[in-house]
């Protein structure tokens, strides 16, 4: 049961532009691959040098982040197939 002094909370529409994700879009604007893939694939390889020889906590922690890393740059390549197929649909 609501409380009678519990009010519902909504985001104003204006507040959206606090949601951009420069990065991202960067990315997914360049023509070629910009720096931060190749960051991306240094750390990953650092990452793999943890899993190979860290202690268990660094192994746990490296599993982690690769884990991320990868869902990240999954994300950005479904991302650059929708930015794709949107182009050429366009230029149809």
């Given at each position: 049961?609501?409380?009678?002094?519990?009010?519902?909370?909504?985001?104003?529409?204006?507040?959206?532009?606090?949601?951009?994700?420069?990065?991202?879009?960067?990315?997914?604007?360049?023509?070629?691959?910009?720096?931060?893939?190749?960051?991306?694939?240094?750390?990953?390889?650092?990452?793999?040098?943890?899993?190979?020889?860290?202690?268990?906590?660094?192994?746990?922690?490296?599993?982690?982040?690769?884990?991320?890393?990868?869902?990240?740059?999954?994300?950005?390549?479904?991302?650059?197939d929708m930015?794709?197929?949107?182009?050429?649909q366009a230029?149809?």
């Amino acid at each position: 049961m609501k409380s009678a002094g519990s009010k519902a909370t909504t985001v104003p529409t204006d507040d959206i532009g606090w949601r951009r994700f420069p990065e991202f879009e960067k990315l997914l604007s360049a023509e070629e691959p910009p720096a931060t893939l190749a960051k991306i694939e240094k750390t990953c390889r650092q990452l793999n040098a943890l899993l190979q020889s860290g202690s268990d906590e660094e192994k746990a922690r490296a599993a982690r982040a690769m884990t991320a890393y990868g869902r990240s740059l999954d994300l950005l390549h479904l991302l650059t197939d929708m930015r794709d197929k949107a182009v050429q649909q366009a230029n149809k």
